[in-house]
């Protein structure tokens, strides 16, 4: 079928100040105190994130990628696997999310009683998995979690959703829940007069950042190194193991840029490319997190990376569905008492060009703090793994820099956003500097 582009127009006014009345704001110093009962992380781990159907992880099904992730959690986490009391999987599109999570964990070593959640807020899961366990932390549910993300794209692409309510077929903006992402993006590049040149810098932006972060090595500390298989056109299988990322386009132009063909060609003068769109990708990510004093108890205080704050989501409207960022950022910075300038870095989700541009712009953005390894325009997106993937690489960075704060958002299919704050623990002075 072909879609049109045609229905543009603006779109009921959003402003994150409409969340004000609801929202717990947090004093900007206390973020930086360290208290008997904060939720930090101790490890942030992920596996190389590899093309879908070409890469190296096409012929590793998502069981088997959660398998090896769960195995790395414990071979590098210095903990006993029976002190961990949940495990959230954030996964989007495995047919069977809830039996292939708990499996996968029995056989990967966690005992029996350690119970399992899967989790499904599409390009979200991930983060939501992370939030589930802090807010488990937070209440005294639990005091040691795990939260894991995994998508394999090879093996269980997207599915085209259906309706069968007359209600929603009636709504035009329930119908644009089910449209494909592209046509979202497409849509705000319409609407908000984002031009093809301009996509192509910003992604041209990730695909060199990305390029030059791999070569120097800065993505070693975050990637566990993944052995698996790979079937060759003949039948021949061979033992390989992967440990870097392989969908970066080195020694990109924006030449190069500006001859990549349309990712949609029925939709007429359609902006987004393969070049500067995220990939379609296999895998994995995980982070451990637990009550601080369980950490000094268990002897891994120094083994403390960060402190989870807060996190944010919101709903925008579904056919922008890239531009959730630009309000999911705001809530949880209203809610942490911070600003756009205290934050040092940024992690936000390449999902289209079109909606980084619009984000870094919304939100007046220093492009200087924002995904300044690449993103998943370079890195891909495995929609299951992207929430916590952005965590590792963008404490990996902020350790590197001696940075303090960490926001990492993205834009979630059916029209929302998510954000998240945490805090740098292992900089040489995290004091106020507010």
């Known amino acids: 079928m072909i879609r049109t582009l045609a229905r543009t127009g603006t779109s009921p006014k959003l402003t994150h100040?409409?969340?004000?009345?609801?929202?717990?704001?947090?004093?900007?110093?206390?973020?930086?105190?360290?208290?008997?009962?904060?939720?930090?992380?101790t490890l942030a781990l992920r596996t190389p994130m590899c093309k879908a159907k070409k890469g190296g992880l096409k012929d590793t099904p998502s069981d088997v990628l959660l398998v090896g992730m769960l195995k790395a959690v414990r071979e590098r986490s210095g903990i006993n696997p029976a002190l961990v009391?949940?495990?959230?999987?954030?996964?989007?599109?495995?047919?069977?999310?809830?039996?292939?999570?708990?499996?996968?964990?029995?056989?990967?070593?966690?005992?029996?009683?350690?119970?399992?959640?899967?989790?499904?807020?599409?390009?979200?899961?991930?983060?939501?998995?992370?939030r589930s366990i802090s807010d488990s932390i937070t209440k005294g549910d639990i005091d040691v979690g795990l939260a894991v993300g995994v998508e394999?794209?090879?093996?269980?692409p997207r599915p085209t959703p259906k309706f069968n309510s007359e209600e929603i077929k009636a709504n035009?903006?329930?119908?644009?829940?089910?449209?494909?992402?592209?046509?979202?993006?497409?849509?705000?590049?319409?609407?908000?007069?984002?031009?093809?040149?301009?996509?192509?810098?910003?992604?041209?932006?990730?695909h060199n950042r990305a390029s030059?972060?791999?070569?120097?090595?800065?993505?070693?500390?975050?990637?566990?190194?993944?052995?698996?298989?790979?079937?060759?056109?003949?039948?021949?299988?061979?033992?390989?193991?992967?440990?870097?990322d392989d969908g970066i386009r080195h020694g990109?132009?924006?030449?190069?840029?500006?001859?990549?063909?349309?990712?949609?060609?029925?939709?007429?003068?359609?902006?987004?490319?393969?070049?500067?769109?995220?990939?379609?990708?296999?895998?994995?990510?995980?982070?451990?997190?637990?009550?601080?004093?369980?950490a000094e108890k268990l002897g891994l205080a120094d083994k403390i990376i960060a402190k989870h704050v807060a996190t944010s989501v919101v709903g925008v409207e579904p056919k922008h569905m890239g531009i959730g960022p630009a309000?999911?950022?705001p809530k949880v910075l209203e809610r942490t008492g911070l600003k756009t300038s205290d934050i040092d870095l940024f992690e936000i989700n390449e999902a289209f060009a079109s909606m980084y541009v619009y984000c870094v712009d919304k939100l007046g953005l220093d492009i200087e703090k924002v995904n300044v390894n690449g993103g998943a325009i370079a890195l891909g997106h495995p929609l299951g793994a992207t929430g916590i993937r952005q965590v590792a690489t963008g404490l990996a960075e902020l350790r590197r820099r001696n940075g303090k704060i960490l926001c990492t958002s993205m834009c979630i299919g059916s029209g929302m956003g998510a954000a998240a704050i945490f805090i740098n623990e292992t900089a040489q002075q995290v004091a106020a500097k507010l």
């Open 17 to 41: 100040r409409s969340f004000s009345a609801t929202v717990r704001t947090l004093e900007p110093k206390s973020l930086f105190t360290k208290n008997p009962d904060d939720v930090v992380l």
């Open 85 to 130: 009391e949940d495990i959230a999987v954030g996964a989007c599109h495995p047919p069977s999310p809830a039996y292939e999570a708990r499996a996968s964990a029995i056989a990967a070593g966690f005992p029996k009683h350690v119970p399992v959640q899967a989790i499904n807020r599409l390009c979200s899961s991930g983060l939501m998995a992370l």
């Open 152 to 156: 394999s794209m090879t093996h269980n």
């Open 172 to 206: 035009q903006a329930a119908t644009d829940c089910a449209e494909p992402m592209g046509w979202t993006s497409e849509m705000v590049a319409a609407d908000f007069n984002i031009t093809r040149e301009r996509m192509d810098e910003f992604g041209l932006l990730s």
């Open 212 to 244: 030059e972060a791999q070569k120097s090595g800065r993505f070693a500390e975050e990637i566990v190194p993944f052995k698996t298989i790979l079937k060759g056109e003949d039948g021949s299988v061979k033992e390989v193991v992967i440990d870097k």
């Open 252 to 294: 990109s132009t924006i030449e190069g840029m500006a001859k990549a063909r349309s990712a949609f060609p029925d939709w007429g003068q359609a902006r987004s490319t393969g070049a500067n769109s995220s990939q379609v990708t296999d895998g994995a990510a995980a982070a451990l997190l637990m009550r601080r004093s369980t």
């Open 327 to 329: 309000y999911a950022i």
